[in-house]
């Protein structure tokens, strides 16, 4: 009986690590930090809904047609990078109309929506004379331009989130950040797969494409060729997990001054290009 | 009886906790002041283990923040031999990485230690070179040395040390 309410309780704990959380906020016209939020970690999904009936300049900006944006940010930190410019939001911020006056976002994680780190959001939280654990997200939310008088935005608002979870995915890499010249390692967790057919497989091969600063691309072995090329098979680690060590200046035969933006990747079968994990993709650093 | 059974219980917690507790500064566990003629010699890579500067700050996992690497490269064809002029300061050094990366982008050249008592960074540069890297001293042991490789940014705006760090390695070295 203890076993199974452990196995419950685990369960449990994995299913809210999982979970998206949703926050209601009332957009305040002045700056606000809003204690009362649901519990999130920088690393959780988080939905936004704000209720823009306060400001009425926004009512305005909604009745005449417009879109709502987020500005997101941590103050003493760093800006969304998305966010575009003030009298011109950039339509990855812009929200989603639940009903009159409501609008909601969807963001990966604050960690992903701001692009820091969270150790700089603890610093960031240090330097406006909190603890280092009592991390903020600040944002506001706008009009397409947030120019005009009064201005066409709400107040700063902040919420508080918590230290990052990790939570296990069916594809990983480590480490999660590399250049072109360091060793990178892809893990792919079968058990964590969402495509059936591809859940099955009982070999698994990879298939990488570059994506090159300046533009153009690099296809080392095409699709075709991955079935004839053993050295793209992913190690089996057992217990339904693979593995893939690389190069990646190496694995794309680099020269001269070429410099990889990205790298493209797609768990496969063997065989078959259609039955594959999805492409996912890593960003790389350029190293001094 | 009770009571004194709680004492007794709390104290073999305690003593439990206590021996099981890591030491307080495990970077400078047997460390040793490092004397260059310590160094002269050929040192040969016996393990790399790679660390995620992001895990780490994120507190992740520590089977998510480390990671022997050692094999995949395969480093343990990396070596570095250090030699020393008449007076016994550095002077050459010559690196052989195999079929391993080598992110000092140098072979050979000259080497300089940052303090001639207590060194804590290797540097290596070459006079026809501009490039020029370092390796940031973890450990030595008696015929074991560990060292770091930072890997960092490349943000033009900011000194060398400031330049957001990534990831890391740590060479263990043992002498030949």
Do not use: H
Not at chain 1, 12 to 30: D, G, K, L, R, W
Not at chain 1, 52 to 63: D, K, M, R, W
Not at chain 2, 145 to 172: C, G, H, Q, S, W
């Amino acid at each position: 009986m203890k076993k199974i309410l452990y196995i419950f309780v685990c369960i449990m704990f994995v299913m809210n690590v999982n979970a998206q959380i949703v926050v209601n906020i009332t957009a305040p016209s002045n700056n606000q930090f809003i204690a009362s939020t649901p519990s999130f970690s920088f690393t959780q999904s988080v939905k936004l809904i704000v209720d823009i009936s306060g400001i009425p300049a926004l009512v305005a900006e909604e009745a005449a047609g417009g879109n709502i944006y987020i500005w997101g940010f941590i103050q003493g930190c760093c800006g969304a990078p998305t966010n575009g410019d003030w009298t011109n939001s950039n339509e990855a911020n812009r929200m989603t109309k639940e009903s009159t006056n409501k609008w909601s976002i969807t963001l990966s994680s604050v960690a992903a929506f701001v692009g820091a780190s969270y150790d700089k959001a603890k610093q960031a939280a240090v330097g406006a004379g909190r603890s280092e654990t009592e991390t903020r997200f600040g944002f506001l939310v706008k009009g397409k331009s947030g120019a005009g008088s009064p201005e066409k935005k709400s107040g700063d608002i902040e919420i508080a989130f918590t230290g990052p979870i990790f939570v296990a995915t069916e594809y990983r890499t480590f480490p999660a950040n590399y250049s072109q010249e360091d060793v990178a390692t892809v893990f792919y967790d079968q058990n964590l797969e969402d495509n059936a057919t591809m859940k099955t497989q009982t070999e698994v091969y990879m298939y990488m494409e570059a994506d090159l600063v300046g533009g153009g691309s690099i296809i080392p072995f095409t699709s075709a060729q991955v079935a004839t090329t053993p050295s793209l098979k992913m190690t089996d680690l057992g217990g339904k997990k693979y593995r893939f060590n690389f190069i990646p200046a190496k694995f794309f035969n680099l020269t001269g001054t070429q410099r990889i933006s990205k790298i493209r990747i797609t768990m496969r079968s063997k065989t078959d290009a259609n039955i594959n994990g999805g492409e996912k993709s890593s960003t790389l650093f350029r190293a001094q | 009886m009770k009571k004194i059974q709680s004492y007794l219980c709390m104290l073999a917690i305690l003593v439990v906790g206590f021996a099981c507790s890591p030491p307080k500064y495990p970077e400078l566990e047997g460390q040793l002041t490092i004397k260059t003629d310590f160094l002269r010699g050929t040192w040969k890579t016996t393990k790399v283990i790679q660390y995620d500067q992001e895990a780490i700050d994120n507190g992740f996992p520590k089977e998510v923040q480390s990671m022997d690497i050692t094999s995949s490269a395969p480093f343990n064809e990396y070596t570095i031999t250090f030699d020393l002029d008449a007076q016994g300061k550095p002077s050459t050094y010559t690196l052989t990485p195999g079929q391993s990366p080598n992110f000092l982008a140098l072979t050979s050249g000259n080497w300089a230690i940052d303090n001639p008592v207590f060194a804590t960074k290797l540097t290596f540069f070459s006079p026809n070179s501009t490039l020029a890297g370092k390796f940031i001293v973890k450990r030595v042991d008696s015929n074991r040395i560990i060292l770091r490789m930072e890997r960092r940014d490349a943000d033009a705006n900011k000194p060398v040390d400031e330049k957001t760090m990534f990831l890391y390695y740590e060479y263990e070295f043992v002498k030949q």
